[in-house]
Nanobody, 124 residues
Framework: QVQLVESGGGLVQAGGSLRLSCVVSGRPSSRYAMGWFRQAPGKEREFVATILWNSGYTSNADSVKGRFTISRDRAKNTLYLQMNSLKPEDTAGYYC?????????????????WGQGTQVTVSS
């Protein structure tokens, strides 16, 4: 069983930065793919970024390329999302997710394990 706990959300002005963390309890499998998704009120959950736990290979959504960076610290069992140059349209609940995968997973239904989410609000 894997449990995910996010932190690091908050209120920030446009152009600012935040770093989200997701602590993974239980030892992540080297075959895990992990991802960040976001969901704004009234909208569907949207892919943000994904990483393969073992290799560190990453993939980002076009909307965040050049601004957001996904990374992981295997020693700390922690997933990160560094968010720079934040925009008001980045406002959403942010969720980390995990599942077995040897390739990047970009669709919510591909993930079995989810965190409870952390709110990010970007003011204009």
């Amino acid at each position: 069983q894997v449990q995910l706990v996010e932190s690091g959300g908050g209120l920030v002005q446009a152009g600012g930065s935040l770093r989200l963390s997701c602590v993974v309890s239980g030892r992540p499998s080297s075959r895990y793919a992990m991802g960040w998704f976001r969901q704004a009120p009234g909208k569907e959950r949207e892919f943000v970024a994904t990483i393969l736990w073992n290799s560190g290979y990453t993939s980002n959504a076009d909307s965040v390329k050049g601004r957001f960076t996904i990374s992981r610290d295997r020693a700390k069992n922690t997933l990160y999302l560094q968010m720079n140059s934040l925009k008001p349209e980045d406002t959403a609940g942010y969720y980390c997710a995990a599942d077995y995968g040897l390739v990047v997973l970009t669709i919510p239904v591909q993930y079995h394990y989810w965190g409870q989410g952390t709110q990010v609000t970007v003011s204009s």
